[in-house]
């Protein structure tokens, strides 16, 4: 068997690395202490892996074609800043594509966790929106911070109805709180 001996954050993309939560993508834009998160995030031992549902592509309102370009000038952001991702990966189905990989199924976790040998006991999900992220986390038995931007808020208040039987182990202002504050 081999060894499990890697540590990842799970990071949704928008709403909590920056941009809104629900908007289209093609208008995301990264937070500015992002960056800072992300690197914190390595120096502390953990790989970045950005999961994001994107049903707009499954619904015929994106491309993947325009996805695809998005994340790639989002990749190219990402290295001309000297910020390590291992991935970016999506979930393009609607709800009623029954996949495995929209969030909070664990389809895309299980795919990294498998790839890059992580141990999801020492891994977290962080999120803005406790049904997907919290939940999640819960599924694959990794630690979630729910983080307040984003859809943050309101997946706490008015929202909170749609995870009400989870709990998040951390609640941080935003992505550099969260990191600040895990180990
Ligand atoms: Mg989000």
């Given amino acids: 068997m081999r060894i499990k001996s890697h540590k990842a954050i ?6 909590t690395l920056g941009g809104d939560a ?5 208008d995301f834009q990264f937070y500015p202490f992002t960056y800072e998160a992300l690197k914190l995030a390595s120096k502390k031992g953990y790989l970045n ?5 994107q049903s707009r592509i499954g619904a015929g309102k994106l491309t993947l074609k325009d996805y695809e370009e998005k994340v790639d000038a989002l990749k190219r952001e990402l290295t001309q800043n000297k910020v390590e991702v291992k991935e970016i990966l999506c979930c ?11 969030k909070p199924k664990t389809g895309l976790m299980d795919l990294c966790v498998n790839k890059y040998a992580i141990d ?6 962080i999120g803005d929106m406790g049904k997907n992220e919290v939940v999640m986390a819960h ?3 990794a630690k979630s911070i729910l983080v307040l931007t984003g859809a943050g808020v309101g997946s706490l208040n008015e ?3 749609t995870w009400k039987d989870y ?6 202002d935003n992505v550099l709180e969260a990191v600040k504050s895990i180990e």
């Fill in 159 to 161: 929202f909170r109805e």
């Fill in 92 to 102: 393009p189905h609607t709800k009623q594509d029954h996949c495995s990989c929209k």
């Fill in 22 to 26: 629900t908007g289209d993508i093609k």
């Fill in 10 to 15: 799970f990071w949704d993309l928008q709403g």
């Fill in 139 to 141: 599924h694959a038995g």
């Fill in 120 to 125: 999801i006991s020492k891994s977290y999900v």
């Fill in 49 to 53: 892996i950005i999961l994001t549902n």
């Fill in 167 to 172: 709990e998040a182990d951390y609640i941080a």
